[in-house]
């Protein structure tokens, strides 16, 4: 279905240049979104493959385990659609302190971006609203350090931002004025509480994009934005536990998603829009879903070869099960963590290096540093670079 512009032009001047910015109307978008067969389908195959996701994880024996290597994995994959080179093994490093193979603002930015979610989701377990309040708190932790502390972080916009282009003038997309962005946000902010909206998919799917045409933060607003459909799809039941995250099919099909994202705004194709996120939704959780058998499978072969090492086999155990938790780690952090002697670590660890298991990956003779290769490989899959040779 074909509408007209989904918002109105407004005049407005900054730079020393006069342009017109796009407002949005309110959501939902009207006329409704038509639900053909086919969409319907798409719908019901999404909301299964969440359903199927949902479902694994209540029989993982850890399902913290797996929060933790997705909210990272979805930390890196953000981060690289907005330009960082870092990747799940770097961010990994400089969370044990280590100095990463890539530039420092860069795996500050994904570090950040954990630490968004995880608040996030943190605040809304505690019982707290999905609301522009704590959008502003999360964009407040995603901003904290590094690049974009100063552009206002945890608070809208004062000034008039541009999409593409060198100036204003040239941009490819200007966003409402700044004066409109507290009513954008505010209209959103009643969308996403309203009685009659639309099911969690549709809502998630609407309020992105949404989300993105007000571009209500100096930066941000693209991880901020695909953060928003995690929330509203675990705030709304659809998922118990956050394990769905978009932004490596956004990534695999950036040119696509942002041509989707202007449609809506000239000619009102959210039909167009909302097919692209369904099949989308529908991929992620598949492929999440195969990614938790896999690491299951993984984790399931690992342990037999541990356990065949006989009365050895404990301490070994104990180390691989600290691995599982976090990939890459000290020998003397392990050693903590299990509550035994360093030495007991340090053979634990050998043994798990002679097993094929783990791998030292710094070349360094004191310090050294070990990751659980297969586990990493199985997680970085779309992301990674390769770790040091």
């Not at 060198?166 to 969308?191: D, I, K, Q, S």
């Not at 290096?353 to 783990?358: F, N, P, W």
Request: hydrophobic share 40%; proline share 6%; glycine share 8%.
């Amino acid at each position: 279905m074909q509408r007209s512009l989904t918002g109105k032009y407004q005049s407005t001047t900054t730079a020393g240049e006069s342009v017109y910015a796009f407002v949005p109307h309110d959501l939902p978008p009207r006329p409704p979104v038509e639900i053909t067969s086919e969409r319907q389908r798409l719908m019901e195959r999404a909301l299964l493959g969440c359903g199927r996701l949902d479902a694994i994880a209540t029989l993982l024996p850890d399902p913290d385990l797996f929060l933790y290597a997705y909210v990272r994995r979805e930390a890196v994959l953000s981060s690289q659609i907005e330009g960082t080179q870092s990747s799940l093994s770097d961010l990994l490093m400089f969370e044990l302190d280590e100095v990463p193979g890539v530039p420092f603002d860069d795996v500050v930015e994904v570090s950040n971006y954990v630490a968004a979610l995880e608040h996030g989701l943190r605040r809304l377990r505690e019982g707290f609203p999905l609301s522009n309040r704590l959008l502003r708190e999360i964009h407040g932790k995603l901003l904290a350090r590094g690049r974009g502390d100063d552009k206002q972080p945890g608070e809208f916009r004062r000034s008039q931002n541009w999409i593409g282009g060198t100036r204003p003038g040239n941009a490819m997309y200007v966003p409402p004025p700044p004066h409109e962005v507290e009513p954008c946000m505010a209209a959103l902010e009643r969308f996403l509480h309203t009685p009659d909206a639309p099911g969690a998919l549709l809502k998630a799917a609407f309020a992105h994009v949404q989300f993105e045409t007000i571009h209500p933060f100096l930066d941000g607003n693209g991880r901020v934005g695909r953060l928003l459909i995690a929330l509203i799809l675990h705030n709304d039941g659809v998922l118990r536990q956050p394990l769905l995250y978009l932004s490596l099919y956004l990534k695999q099909h950036r040119a696509e998603y942002y041509r989707l994202l202007d449609a809506v705004r000239r000619s009102g194709d959210w039909e167009a829009w909302l097919d692209f996120v369904l099949e989308g939704i529908e991929q992620t959780a598949t492929g999440a879903v195969e990614t938790a058998h896999r690491l299951l499978a993984l984790f399931r072969d690992d342990s037999e070869r541990v356990n065949a090492l006989g009365r050895a086999s404990a301490n070994v155990a104990r180390v691989f099960n600290a691995l599982r938790r976090r990939p890459i780690a000290r020998i003397d952090a392990l050693a903590a963590e299990i509550g035994v002697a360093y030495p007991t670590a340090a053979r634990a660890v050998n043994a798990l290096q002679t097993l094929g298991i783990v791998r030292e990956i710094t070349g360094r003779k004191r310090e050294r540093i070990f990751a659980y290769e297969a586990y990493l490989a199985i997680l970085n899959e779309g992301a990674e670079r390769q770790l040091p040779s």
